[in-house]
């Protein structure tokens, strides 16, 4: 993918707990990608925050959780002087961007988007009313990403598949009032990014704090041995020749240790010999590894968080900068001010 010049902008949800799929999944190519683009182009990475209220009523813990994500991010190596970081709730751009959108948005866009058609599933599934419980931020949560994205003239947001169709709205919605008015807004791109790295968790369901099968990021070294030493395994005699493929800890290591360790791994297992605890001491110390000084660092943000809140400031203030211009124009378009 060519990223020259290009601005490629990412949001998360804070939602809990960040463990090792998370960060093997989606915060360490995030990051890796913002360090290249930001050679000639620019990274936008924002806490989606507007987006989870719609969720979570729970002030105290969404605040907590915010600050979570955004030292996770920190810590883990995201240049905030480089890459725009900040809190979409900082930047009220984006709320009158929303409102304007909204305008240009068909409703029947927003009863086929995919986080209020997977709610009103949930709620088909469990016999209540299709709508119970749904606020109109959940529905026209397409609307606000549509402004997250269309605000810094973005070329391209990589993003799982769940959330391609989400960009495909924006561009749709960016594709009407360039009909309407002229070239205005550019149009974004979708960019699937790599579902291969999708870790199981210790149990072989999808790893997920609501399981408790999750190897966590930042937990205490004796949390982390525990979590590793605890991934299910099967009883078969050391000696027998395995299929790396149907073996739960093998799926996990392969995601988190070095190609080379994976490939002494898997010829272990295929020829028989290699026993299940060694495999976890090799797992358990790549980890370790991969951790290195990330959880100091997220420690010390967490609890010098004042610092945090001025970067996030500064990024919303460079954020702005850039979105202010773009709604200026949009303004002047739709009500020809010009
Ligand atoms: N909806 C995304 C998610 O749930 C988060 C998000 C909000 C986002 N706004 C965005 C992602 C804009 C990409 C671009 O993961």
Do not use: W
Not at 16 to 44: C, D, F, M, S, W
């Amino acid at each position: 993918m060519n990223y020259d010049n290009k601005v490629i902008l990412t949001g998360v949800k804070p939602t809990g707990t960040i463990h090792i799929g998370n960060y093997v999944g989606a915060i360490k190519p995030a990051i890796e990608l913002g360090h290249q683009i930001n050679k000639t182009g620019r990274h936008i990475m924002f806490v989606a925050d507007y987006h989870a209220i719609n969720a979570i009523k729970d002030a105290p813990l969404l605040r907590q959780l915010t600050r979570e994500i955004a030292c996770t991010y920190l810590a883990c190596g995201l240049n905030p002087e480089q890459s725009f970081f900040y809190r979409q709730s900082d930047v009220p751009e984006l709320f009158e961007m929303t409102t304007i959108l909204m305008a240009y948005t068909p409703k029947g866009f927003m009863n086929k988007a995919h986080a209020y058609k997977a709610a009103v599933d949930k709620n088909t599934a469990k016999g209540e009313p299709q709508d119970a419980g749904i606020n109109m931020g959940l529905y026209t949560y397409p609307v606000l990403m549509a402004a997250d994205i269309l605000s810094y003239d973005t070329d391209m947001v990589p993003v799982g598949k769940d959330q391609v169709q989400h960009v495909e709205i924006a561009a749709d919605i960016a594709g009407a009032i360039n009909a309407l008015y002229g070239n205005v807004l550019k149009i974004p791109t979708p960019v699937l990014t790599e579902s291969a790295a999708v870790l199981p968790g210790t149990d072989g369901r999808k790893m997920s704090k609501s399981y408790h099968n999750v190897i966590p990021l930042f937990g205490t070294d004796a949390e982390i041995k525990k979590a590793v030493m605890g991934i299910q395994t099967d009883c078969r005699d050391i000696n027998e020749p395995k299929n790396p493929d149907e073996i739960l800890l093998y799926q996990i290591s392969k995601g988190i240790v070095p190609e080379a360790t994976a490939a002494e791994i898997k010829e272990g297992l295929e020829k028989g010999g290699m026993g299940y605890g060694t495999i976890k001491k090799m797992l358990l110390a790549a980890v370790l590894e991969e951790i290195g000084d990330k959880r100091e660092k997220y420690n010390y943000y967490l609890s010098h968080f004042d610092e945090v809140e001025d970067m996030l400031h500064a990024g919303a203030q460079k954020a702005r900068a850039v979105a202010n211009p773009v709604l200026q124009r949009v303004k002047d378009a739709v009500f020809h001010r010009v």
